[in-house]
Every structure is written in structure tokens, then in C-alpha cells.
């Protein structure tokens, strides 16, 4: 079993959308949470950061954390064909300097 | 500062020579980590610098690999002999410190990557 679970997809979505991405692990000692969106040969680039459990919104991003559940969602609302790509959802522990990523989830947003 | 470089963007060699990548991270971070991504997978942890010291390396990272951080600035990541199977993209990042994460947001800076085929 890997550590961090994500679908891969593909997901698509009309624009205008809300769109839900999820992930699931098994490690309880994980502390931080994030999302990284990466365009086709791009490297991956942090969307949202999120310490423990809890929510946080930036624009038309929310990330939210269930520790309990040890499960992580990203929403997007009003998804646009720009936020068509891979997200790839990580998290690391209390030493924070090992990121573990889950295989990433296509998103492809229609015009 | 123009972010994390890799260099070069791509390479293809034949099965057996040596491949040696670059990457310059950004100047202010003190951590570089290295990761493998093949397609359709996320990225995979190979090994991780503090200043010039490599903390942690994976069990991925075979004797054939060899990274390095002298003086704490850029880093090189070299393959020798090199087989099919290390054709992947490899990921350089950097990141700030422990202290500096806590308060500030704490995350990756990614390069383009360097991809790296082998024939």
C-alpha cells in the first residue's frame, strides 16, 4: 500500500465547474499538507500549504484537511480551461524535509 | 532571482555512460532535494541537502547515483553506467529552513526539470 492514494483520472469538468480532488494516506505522522499543480513538462508548482487540520482558502482555491479521516480535498470553484493540468497532492512530517507526493489527478476543464 | 535551474532540459544518452545534471537553486534556501517522476506518477524522493550536507538518501538512489552540494550552492546529481529504467524526469527543488517554514509558507520551489532518456 503507498503511503499517499490519489485517482489519477482523467477528471473532466465544464468551465465554470466546481471541482473536487481528494487524497488518502496512511502515514499518521504527517503534519503538512499541500497541493502542487504541474502543466505538461513543467515542474511542479505549490498551489496551497496547510499545517494540521483544518480549511484554507485562497481565491478559488480551498484546501481542506481531515486528520482523522487522514484525508485532504482541494476544491476549485469557477474552474477556467487555464486550471486544466495535473495536481499532485504531498505532505511530509514533523521533520518536514521529505515530501511524499500521490500520482497526481488529470484535470482537464472544457471550454 | 529567477527561481530554481536545471541544466540541461533534456538528455539522451546510450545505456552505459555517465550523466551528470545541475541545478542552481534559489540563492536564500538552504535545502535542495532531489526527486524522480516517471510518467503518470508523482514525483519520487531521492535525496536531500542542507546547506552542503546530504541528510537522507532513498534506497531508490542505487550506488550508481551521486549527488553532491559543494559549498552549499548549486547541486549535481550524476549517473553512472546508465540503464533504460532511469528514464525519467529528474526534479530539483528548494525550500527554506525548519524555522523559516513554520512561519512562512512552507512548500517547494520546483525547476522545469532535467529529462533524461536513455537508449
Known amino acids: ?111 | 532571482d529567477t527561481g530554481v535551474s536545471q541544466n540541461p532540459r533534456h538528455k539522451i544518452t546510450k545505456r552505459g555512460q555517465n550523466v551528470t545534471f545541475r541545478c542552481d537553486p534559489i540563492s536564500e534556501h538552504n535545502r535542495l532535494y532531489w526527486y524522480r517522476q516517471t510518467l503518470g506518477q508523482g514525483p519520487e524522493f531521492l535525496t536531500y541537502f542542507q546547506n552542503e550536507a546530504q541528510l537522507e538518501k532513498s534506497r531508490l538512489l542505487s550506488d550508481r547515483f551521486s549527488a553532491e552540494r559543494p559549498k552549499g550552492s548549486f547541486s549535481t546529481l550524476e549517473i553512472q553506467r546508465t540503464e533504460q529504467g532511469d528514464s525519467a524526469m529528474y526534479l530539483c527543488a528548494s525550500s527554506r529552513g525548519q524555522k523559516d517554514r513554520d512561519r512562512l509558507n512552507y512548500g517547494y520551489t520546483f525547476g522545469s526539470g532535467t529529462r533524461l532518456t536513455v537508449v
Open chain 1, 1 to 111: 500500500q503507498k503511503e499517499v492514494e490519489q485517482d489519477p483520472g482523467p477528471l473532466s469538468v465544464p468551465e465554470g465547474a466546481i471541482v473536487s480532488l481528494n487524497c488518502t494516506y496512511s502515514n499518521s505522522a504527517f503534519q503538512y499538507f499541500m497541493w502542487y499543480r504541474q502543466y505538461s513538462r513543467k515542474g511542479p508548482e505549490l498551489l496551497m500549504y496547510t499545517y494540521s487540520s483544518g480549511n484554507k482558502e485562497d481565491g478559488r482555491f480551498t484546501a481542506q484537511v481531515d486528520k482523522s479521516s487522514k484525508y485532504i480535498s482541494l476544491f476549485i470553484r469557477d474552474s477556467q480551461p487555464s486550471d486544466s493540468a495535473t495536481y499532485l497532492c504531498a505532505m511530509s512530517g514533523t521533520g518536514g524535509f521529505k515530501t511524499i507526493f500521490g500520482a497526481g489527478t488529470r484535470l482537464f476543464v472544457k471550454a
